[in-house]
């Protein structure tokens, strides 16, 4: 494997490249031998040059990466906030809806209980219409039903 060892004709405008326009890796020579000091000097400040450059690069692409860690965990924070927000009121709609449903059923036992005093008081008021000594145990029993019922507790859910 023979390497081409022609000299490379000294170009300053290599060296007056600016960051970021790095030159490829075959524009040097493997062995640099048979380079004269002009040609050595010019590489030298052209890799440096370059390396320079990608240093700064590797700076700034460091820099954005650590924004853009820091902008995804406070965005990842807001939704695990949004999360825990969302949570909190779905529970306490929850909660209101149970308690909701607790006071429809007792409602609905208020009701039944109405409608149960409204039977009894007509029933009442059919018995008192037609006098005589089995109307006064008839009014006796219905009293005795109105009693249980006002003496029976009303269960409260909520």
Same mark, same amino acid.
């Given at each position: 494997? /023979?390497? =081409?060892?022609?000299?490379?004709?000294? @170009?300053?405008?290599?060296?007056?490249?600016?960051?970021?326009?790095?030159?490829?890796? /075959?524009?040097?020579?493997?062995?640099?031998?048979?380079?004269? &000091?002009?040609?050595?000097?010019? !590489?030298?400040?052209?890799?440096?040059?370059?390396?320079?450059?990608?240093? &700064?690069?590797?700076?700034? *692409?460091?820099?954005?990466?650590?924004?853009?860690?820091?902008?995804?965990?406070?965005?990842?924070?807001?939704?695990?906030?949004?999360?825990?927000?969302?949570?909190?009121?779905?529970? =306490?709609?929850? =909660?209101?809806?149970?308690?909701?449903?607790?006071?429809?059923? /007792?409602?609905?036992? !208020?009701?039944?209980?109405?409608? @149960?005093?409204?039977?009894?008081?007509?029933?009442?008021?059919?018995?008192?219409?037609?006098?005589?000594?089995?109307?006064?145990? @008839?009014?006796?029993?219905?009293?005795?039903?109105?009693?249980?019922?006002?003496?029976?507790?009303?269960? *409260?859910?909520?």
């Amino acid at each position: 494997m /023979t390497e =081409d060892l022609s000299p490379i004709e000294p @170009s300053f405008k290599s060296v007056k490249k600016l960051a970021g326009d790095e030159r490829p890796i /075959t524009d040097f020579p493997r062995n640099p031998s048979r380079l004269s &000091r002009q040609q050595l000097e010019e !590489h030298y400040v052209t890799m440096r040059k370059s390396h320079i450059s990608l240093k &700064r690069s590797q700076g700034a *692409l460091q820099g954005h990466n650590k924004r853009y860690r820091k902008q995804v965990k406070e965005q990842n924070q807001a939704i695990e906030e949004y999360i825990e927000k969302y949570k909190s009121i779905a529970s =306490d709609k929850t =909660d209101q809806y149970r308690f909701i449903q607790g006071l429809q059923r /007792t409602l609905e036992d !208020h009701e039944k209980r109405n409608k @149960s005093f409204e039977k009894l008081f007509q029933e009442l008021e059919e018995v008192e219409e037609g006098g005589g000594f089995f109307n006064v145990i @008839s009014i006796g029993r219905i009293m005795e039903k109105i009693r249980r019922l006002l003496n029976t507790p009303i269960k *409260l859910e909520g």
